[in-house]
């Protein structure tokens, strides 16, 4: 019993650090929103008024998108608001809900792996390539795959913990 409430203390803390991660993911989010606005408008500008476009704004805007997709993903993963079957889920009791929450944030964890490691071998790939552009090296833009499935990974690993120790229900029932 000693050792279930020192996990419960752990995992608490974890939480907490995960939510700080969770935070910093959505304010990156908002700068890189506003970051491809920003540059989308400039290059508007450039293009129709000045008649001379920037060759870089748009391999930067979808290097910026691809890590917005990916910090997206595991904001939603940490708040369990992605795609899933809630009238099927809702039909289990609470601890088939919380056996299914589990199963599916290990599967979550695994495929955070694989892009993980994937996206390391991709990044490494391209490591002396440069963009088309010129302006950029390919490494950095395929590195948002290994970030953004190590925050991936993270939250679900989170997630597991908050179904190991009881705090599953505030995901479940909130939904």
Not at 141 to 151: D, F, S, T
Request: proline share 2%.
């Amino acid at each position: 019993m000693i050792l279930f409430s020192v996990f419960k203390t752990v995992a608490a803390r974890f939480d907490t650090f995960c939510g700080y991660v969770d935070r910093a993911s959505r304010y990156t989010l908002i700068f890189l929103s506003s970051l491809i606005f920003i540059l989308l408008m400039l290059q508007v500008v450039m293009r129709y008024l000045i008649r001379s476009p920037l060759a870089w704004v748009e391999e930067l805007t979808s290097y910026a998108l691809a890590y917005l997709v990916l910090f997206a993903c595991s904001s939603y993963i940490r708040s369990w608001q992605h795609i899933r079957v809630d009238t099927f889920a809702n039909a289990f009791p609470k601890s088939l809900q919380t056996i299914t929450f589990a199963a599916i944030n290990i599967l979550v964890i695994y495929f955070a792996y694989l892009i993980i490691f994937s996206g390391y071998r991709l990044a490494l790939l391209g490591a002396g390539d440069l963009t088309p552009s010129g302006a950029f090296t390919l490494y950095w833009p395929r590195m948002a795959l290994v970030i953004g499935g190590a925050l991936i990974m993270l939250q679900a690993f989170n997630n597991l913990l908050r179904a190991i120790s009881g705090k599953v229900e505030t995901l479940l029932a909130s939904k």
